[in-house]
């Protein structure tokens, strides 16, 4: 992903705020930013620290924006300095936040419940690895046989009646899917595009980040990508529909977690982390 212009914008005013609240200070922008970072250098990934430290202008300009939308307490996920989906959501949450003084109104008109039965674990390097082993560990993986046929969503001719996932998620998985089998029915589940599969086992890092995606653990899924967009937010996005708020329930009772719900972006995607 591209970082906006308006990043820089962004950033260019804080530091014309900071020249005029210390007078006639000769520092250079670029300076202004790389002295920021080096100041909270500890809030910074380790495992990127020095790449960061040593990058170039527009990874210093990603990384201070991940900092000072985390010190509000936005979430901005790693501060890695790569501009991926969840640092643009943070930006423009952030920019809300400049313009307005305040966070955004929950654009939310429900509540997730705060339920975790099957002990997820947070979305943690090391507590992933703790709960689900090493990424890309395929030893741990199994096959389900799905309660509902799903299609690849870039190929609706090939038809899946079974799905890999890690076996920790098996049980849920299928708890989830016949629940929602038996709620729609095999018409609506192709009416609302419930089987279209974006894919679950997928052994990456995050997109535009250096995390590793959810997927890499085979504790994720996509559905209907096509019709929610990675950068798409509840105003495009067809799985933020009400048609929708019972497929979410049956994922969210069993402590899932919606990127699109929780934080209005990809909401193509479902993962068994926090
Ligand atoms: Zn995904």
Same mark, same amino acid.
């Given at each position: 992903m591209n970082i906006p212009s308006r990043a820089y914008v962004f950033c260019q005013s804080v530091f014309d705020r900071f020249i005029t609240q210390n007078g006639t200070l000769t520092i250079t922008? /670029?300076?202004?930013?790389?002295? /920021? $970072?080096?100041?909270? &250098?500890?809030?910074?990934?380790?495992?990127? &620290?020095v790449d960061i430290l040593n990058g170039s202008l527009k990874r210093h300009l990603s990384v201070?924006?991940?900092?000072?939308?985390?010190?509000?307490?936005?979430?901005?996920?790693? $501060? *890695?300095g790569f501009w991926g989906p969840q640092t643009d959501y943070a930006f423009w949450t952030l $920019?809300?936040?400049? /313009?307005?003084?305040?966070?955004?109104?929950? #654009?939310? *008109?429900? /509540? $997730?419940p705060d339920i975790n039965p099957n002990h997820w674990p947070d979305e943690k390097e090391n507590e992933m690895i703790a709960f689900y082993g090493q990424p890309g560990d395929e030893s741990k993986h199994v096959y389900i046989q799905l309660p509902y046929e799903l299609c690849l969503a870039w190929d609706i001719s090939t038809k899946l009646k079974r799905?890999?996932?890690?076996q920790k998620v098996e049980d849920s998985l299928l708890r989830v899917l016949t629940a929602v089998?038996?709620?729609?029915?095999?018409?609506?589940? &192709?009416?609302?595009?419930?089987?279209?599969?974006?894919?679950?086992?997928?052994?990456r890092r995050k997109r535009g980040g250096s995390s590793w995606s959810t997927h890499a653990w085979a504790i994720a899924l996509d559905f209907d990508p096509d019709r929610n967009q990675l950068q798409w937010g509840r105003d495009r996005a067809h799985f933020a529909k009400p048609e929708y708020d019972f497929w979410w329930s049956c994922w969210e009772k069993e402590g899932w977690v919606s990127l699109g719900r929780k934080?209005?972006?990809? #909401?193509?995607?479902?993962?068994?982390?926090?």
């Open positions: 922008f /670029e300076e202004f930013l790389f002295l /920021e $970072i080096d100041r909270q &250098k500890s809030m910074l990934s380790p495992e990127h &620290k201070f924006i991940q900092l000072f939308a985390k010190t509000l307490g936005i979430n901005s996920g790693l $501060i *890695d $920019i809300h936040y400049d /313009e307005n003084g305040c966070l955004p109104p929950l #654009w939310r *008109d429900y /509540e $997730i799905l890999l996932c890690h089998r038996l709620h729609y029915g095999d018409n609506e589940i &192709k009416t609302l595009r419930l089987d279209r599969f974006g894919g679950c086992y997928n052994y934080s209005n972006y990809d #909401w193509m995607h479902l993962q068994a982390a926090r």
